[in-house]
């Protein structure tokens, strides 16, 4: 369908990628996904060096509701043209992701099996061209895909960066693999108790937002630089 792909980049996406999914899909009979993403300006990227901005927030606010319209967009042109579809927005997930702080099919897990990159060190997705600055949305459908060649190894490498510059201590430096858990290389929780404290401090608000490692990334950096 690459009247689609083309479809999703005229709309605002960056990339594009289809995955196959039978076999880890949450809803019977959808069994392929499509995974597009937007990615932050490097005037966003480059506020985040010491701690999250303002600016940052709203442009992660703004990439939220951006990815959400378009995943919609997304869904209601596959069924248009006859197929079966489920958009991940933010708002059906709902905000509480449940005692891993993740939903049952991430979007970077569709991500990295179509092929559009990897899982970092920090849990992130990570991609050549833009590093970890980016976010995901992710639709589930029925229609036929020429899905993408999955990445089923981080290319992180010997590379400590994220975790030698996390403020949380939450990274333990391992290489993530689809044989491991999240919380095998990543303590999700001491990064939420840190990103806690630091969005009342900046902002006297209750947000769960830091960008450190998105900014310390090698990739993003390159992104920063070109």
Known sequence: MNHLRQFLLDNGANEVGYADISD????????????????YPREIIRTIRDAPSMEYLKYYDYLNEQLDDLGLLCEEYLIEHGFKAYAQTRKRLGMDFGEDNSFELPHKTIATRAGLGWIGKSALFVTGKY????RLISVLTDAPLDCGTPILESS????????QTCPAEAIRGLNWSVELN???????????????????EKFSMDKLICGKCIYEC????KYLLK
């Open 182 to 200: 999240r919380n095998d290389f990543y303590d999700d929780r001491k990064c939420e108790e840190y990103v806690h404290r630091i969005c009342l």
């Open 156 to 163: 992180c490498g010997k590379c400590m960066t994220c975790k």
């Open 218 to 221: 090698p990739h993003t950096q």
């Open 131 to 134: 590093g970890s600055a980016l």
């Open 24 to 39: 880890v899909t949450p809803k019977k009979g959808l069994d392929y996904g499509i995974v597009f993403y937007m990615t």
